[in-house]
């Protein structure tokens, strides 16, 4: 199949199908340990029939038949008539694809597999629907938004706002290098107008461009979504158009390889059901190890009181927890901003 793709899709599509094959291999392997903890015999052939390969390599290069050497052939039929015994499919240990045309590469022999369509499709709907806002960005990033001057009243440290920041840029910064080799939870909290979205962003779009598929939904809306997924599921006649978009959207939410909730708040509260659906979320997501970066302006230590323990516990069990302080930035005004060039 003939395509023009361009660069930063093909990017996306190879993440995307790379994210496939893990997972289906992850999936894959557990399959293949639990067959080999109920029936030791199985796992005792592969072994033979590893080191009969082994064998019989050797044997072809030095042209040495060995006694006692293991017959390939005679191991493949003994595990082959083991598994049709206990009812094990033969191929047990391949991973079972979402295509098995191109076994998730995306790549056939002559070109792009067929099923690359839908996934430039979701790939689509994931960038398009939910994605930070574009010009913010570590290059676009403004220290000097943030005062120099020491400021006891919200720092207790000696750091300046400006020189506290620079410090949570760097660990951003490194949190986006190091993604893909260890792709962590993180929890950005503060009081509001402290750049904590800014931040979250910046690590967002740095990651789009390198190819991650991420999702970037505020809290409010996430709520909302999850509310009407509550109101489908206990309608006798839900509409199939909405029950569709739904599905699509939580299939979404919950793949995605990175999914970033902007402004965790007290607005769920209240919503009882809201709260074990995100719970949900988040284990499942941990469980999958799909990263989550959220933003908030409670503490961990609120988070227990004002929202829900089970939350907290997630949070200050799984998430790496970045701080921010000091005064709104947003609200600053442009003599302050003189006063501090002036220092
Ligand atoms: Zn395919």
Not at 180 to 200: A, H, S
Not at 222 to 244: G, K, V, W
Request: charged share 25%; aromatic share 8%.
């Amino acid at each position: 199949m003939m395509r023009n793709i361009d660069q930063q899709t093909k990017k996306r599509l190879n993440r995307y199908y790379e994210l496939l094959r893990q997972k289906a291999e992850r999936i894959r392997d557990q399959k293949v340990n639990s067959i080999h903890q109920a029936y030791p015999e199985i796992k005792e052939l592969e072994n033979k029939r590893i080191q009969a390969g082994i064998a019989q390599v050797r044997n072809k290069i030095s042209g040495f038949v060995g006694q006692n050497t293991l017959d390939l052939a005679e191991v493949d039929q003994e595990l082959k008539s083991v598994l049709i015994a206990k009812n094990i499919p033969l191929d047990y240990s391949e991973p079972d694809y979402n295509c098995d045309i191109c076994r998730d590469s995306g790549w056939i022999a002559d070109g792009y597999c067929s099923c690359v369509d839908r996934v430039l499709i979701e790939i689509n709907q994931q960038t398009n629907l939910y994605l930070p806002a574009s010009d913010q960005t570590f290059a676009n990033f403004d220290l000097n938004l943030f005062s120099n001057r020491k400021n006891p009243v919200f720092f207790q440290g000696q750091l300046s706002p400006r020189e506290a920041m620079r410090g949570l840029r760097t660990i951003a910064k490194r949190y986006a290098e190091n993604f893909r080799d260890n792709p962590e939870n993180l929890y950005m909290f503060g009081t509001t107008g402290t750049g904590k979205t800014f931040l979250m962003s910046c690590i967002a779009n740095e990651l789009s461009n390198l190819g991650v598929n991420l999702v970037f939904i505020k809290a409010v809306k996430l709520f909302e979504l999850m509310a009407q997924r509550r109101t489908l599921l206990n309608s006798y006649s839900p509409d199939p158009e909405e029950q569709d978009f739904i599905n699509r959207t939580f299939e979404l939410i919950n793949n995605t390889e990175l999914l970033c909730i902007d402004d965790i708040g007290l607005e769920a509260k209240g919503l009882l059901n809201t709260y074990s659906d995100l719970i949900v979320l988040l284990d499942d997501r941990y469980n999958a190890k799909l990263p989550v970066i959220m933003t908030g302006n409670l503490k961990p230590s609120e988070l227990g009181e004002d929202y829900d323990e089970r939350i907290q516990s997630r949070i200050t069990g799984n998430f790496q927890l970045l701080m921010f302080e000091g005064p709104d930035v947003r609200t600053q005004t442009a003599k302050g901003r003189i006063e501090q060039d002036a220092d």
